[in-house]
């Protein structure tokens, strides 16, 4: 299995249209920007090459006019953490799903998506997972939230 900047590279090779900002910062992370229209095909990729563990999906909010989803993926056989930053329009953020790939996606992108307001295309039940209904669509982890942080 391909670690440190070996995998990087390759990754940066089958996608050299859709991977920059490469960042190897020390053995075991690794970290690039993606274009979010290729992340299943970049994921499938790196899952392909034996990262067969997404640890995490986030969103960050960059008002006015940009958020961002990051993805933290690993392999159960190698110390690597690889972090994907895809950057996405705030007034349509959507992108599509990984739960096709990886099994434990849904949890993530409902999570996600119920906080940021990111759509995840083709998610098979995004759907309230932590708020209470009556909160379904004001995205409390945007920073135009009226309570973020903590404010009354």
Sequence with gaps: MATDKTIM???TD???DAISDVDVPSAN?????IDGSKVTEIMQFLRDK?????????????PPD??????HVTSYSAPLIITLKATLPRDDPN???LC??????NWYERETWEMFGIVFNDCPYLKVLILPEEMDGEWPMRRDYAGYPNAT
């Design 95 to 97: 992108i599509d799903s």
């Design 29 to 33: 992370r690794a970290e690039a920007k």
């Design 100 to 105: 096709a790939i990886y099994w434990n996606a």
């Design 9 to 11: 590279v390759e990754l």
């Design 50 to 62: 034996g990262f067969d563990h997404l640890s995490c999906i986030s969103g960050v909010d960059y």
């Design 14 to 16: 089958a996608f050299s």
């Design 66 to 71: 940009k958020m961002e989803v990051v993805y």
